[in-house]
């Protein structure tokens, strides 16, 4: 992961706070809220890294939401990429659902993460209220039914609820990081079962990267520095995420 961003991002609150004329204590603020984030462990993996599905929402001649000049599908799969990029820079290994502009179906998408034995799966997309809402900020999403491959685990006899402790523990740390990197309202983590991460066979969460609708949000949305922010904290909390997960076995197989 990038650390220059982050100092570049320690300036640019200062001047920004600098020139709105903000306190001293809302400085500290800030600078704690960056500084809780721990750095993920650039030398944590070594070829056998696990594998992360990133999954940019609609495609082809389905555009997803439009608002405000903006398509969905164009920011998402713009956004995914990043996070693809930063992954891989952390050492992971990466595979996207689509790389350009075309379409697959919610079950296509998430078949991916058993295909190839993923670790986590992350679906980028753009959220949407009624015209003229002021709703904003972003929210993660992570499915509250079992997917097929958790119940199959039961007749096995292994841990059931894993994979929902899993995707909720997931969301929390994507939510905390997007945000935080990003400095986007945090409107939460959400248990809802959208198909394409009820249906993968890992930990899987849906980022809904902020409203379209919202003329603000939507200016930030246009601007590829912004972007650019939303996939590092996506990526730092997939990061952060698998190396929790990763610390037991490590710890095991070093024993
Ligand atoms: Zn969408």
């Known amino acids: 992961m990038k650390f220059q961003h982050f100092i570049l991002l320690g300036l640019q609150t200062l001047v920004a706070f600098s020139a709105l004329g903000g306190s001293a204590y809302s400085l500290v603020w800030?600078?704690?809220?960056?500084?809780?984030?721990?750095?993920p462990n650039e030398l944590f993996w070594d070829e056998t890294a696990p594998l992360v599905v990133v999954d940019a929402g609609h495609g082809g001649h389905d555009g997803g939401a439009v608002a405000n000049g903006v398509i969905e599908k164009n920011l998402s799969l713009d956004i995914a990429r990043g996070v693809k990029r930063e992954l891989e820079a952390a050492g992971l290994r990466v595979i996207m659902t689509r790389s350009g502009d075309s379409f697959l179906s919610l079950d296509e998408r998430a078949a991916l993460a058993g295909k190839h034995q993923a670790s986590a799966f992350v679906s980028?997309?753009?959220?949407?209220?009624?015209?003229?809402?002021?709703?904003?900020g972003i929210e993660t999403y992570f499915a509250e039914s079992r997917p097929l491959s958790a119940r199959q685990r039961v007749v096995e006899g292994a841990d059931s609820d894993h994979n929902l402790v899993d995707s909720a523990d997931f969301a929390e740390a994507v939510q905390r990081t997007v945000c935080t990197v990003a400095h986007a309202g945090n409107r939460g983590t959400k248990a809802r079962d959208y198909a394409v991460v009820a249906r993968a066979s890992c930990p899987a969460v849906l980022v809904e990267c902020g409203f379209l609708t919202n003329l603000n949000e939507a200016a930030r949305l246009k601007k590829a520095d912004y972007r650019d922010l939303l996939a590092e904290g996506i990526a730092r909390g997939v990061v952060l995420f698998l190396q929790t997960r990763s610390v037991p076995a490590k710890l095991m197989a070093g024993s």
């Open 124 to 136: 980028v997309h753009l959220n949407t209220e009624g015209e003229g809402s002021e709703a904003e």
């Open 30 to 39: 800030l600078e704690r809220q960056q500084s809780d984030l721990p750095m």
